[in-house]
């Protein structure tokens, strides 16, 4: 699917799903989940993949859910954004799900470009059921976001000259190890930790800031 510059795609619970077969999904304009009252064991996100799949977001492109701008389960997903994912609920799913701007099922790739924001509440990215890896060099999270990237399986993340991973709990967490790699003119700050890695081994090459700001 290819959504141009100036297109506006809306759905209520998905604004595009592809359920049995990996999906392909590029993005210049507005692809958006409208419902903003779903109830526990729904989705709601801007575009569902149910089977795996890659989704490129443009820069100026829109992608937004309630719950995840975009979620991809089941099988691997790849996702590259120059523009804004969000998920743009305010407090803890009501099943207990994770609010994420990028939420990969079963592990995969995700790179956000220069002048690129993927945010949520839970977290800007979430990575599980296999290893991930995330490249940045535009803004994951905000001042309201719990964790900037959380690798669940392990993996790596790369923080550009330019990026900043933010967040009021942790930047960057590692659940099973992991490396993360902050270049000079790169930022990783949180109310809490930086970077935290724990069940596995976990490596953190520093050429930036990488802060816990709470006293």
Do not use: C, F, H, K
């Given at each position: 699917?290819?959504?141009?510059?100036?297109?506006?795609?809306?759905?209520?619970?998905?604004?595009v799903e592809a359920e049995h077969n990996a999906g392909t999904?590029?993005?210049?304009?507005?692809?958006?989940?409208?419902?903003?009252?779903?109830?526990?064991?729904?989705?709601?996100?801007?575009?569902?993949?149910?089977?795996?799949?890659?989704?490129?977001?443009?820069?100026?492109?829109?992608?937004?859910?309630?719950?995840?701008?975009v979620y991809v389960s089941a099988a691997a997903g790849t996702v590259v954004n120059a523009g804004t994912i969000i998920a743009t609920e305010?407090?803890?799913?009501?099943?207990?799900g994770v609010v994420a701007g990028v939420y990969l099922g079963q592990g995969g790739a995700v790179t956000n470009q220069a002048g690129g924001l993927i945010s949520g509440f839970s977290g800007g990215i979430y990575i599980g059921g296999a290893a991930g890896t995330v490249a940045?060099?535009?803004?994951?999270?905000?001042?309201?976001?719990?964790?900037?990237?959380?690798?669940?399986?392990?993996?790596?993340?790369?923080?550009?000259?330019g990026g900043g991973i933010?967040?009021?709990?942790?930047?960057?967490?590692?659940?099973?190890g992991g490396s993360v790699s902050n270049a000079a003119g790169g930022t990783i700050s949180a109310g809490y930790f930086g970077v935290y890695s724990h069940g596995g081994p976990g490596t953190v090459v520093n050429e930036g800031w990488i802060a816990g700001t709470d006293s």
């Open positions: 699917l290819s959504n141009a510059a100036g297109g506006v795609i809306a759905g209520s619970r998905r604004g999904i590029a993005n210049a304009g507005t692809i958006i989940a409208t419902d903003t009252t779903a109830v526990a064991g729904t989705t709601v996100a801007g575009v569902y993949l149910g089977a795996g799949g890659t989704v490129t977001n443009a820069a100026t492109a829109l992608i937004s859910g309630l719950w995840q701008g305010v407090s803890a799913s009501p099943s207990g940045n060099a535009g803004t994951i999270g905000d001042a309201d976001t719990g964790t900037g990237v959380l690798l669940q399986a392990g993996g790596e993340v790369t923080n550009q000259a933010i967040a009021v709990g942790g930047g960057v967490v590692l659940t099973m």
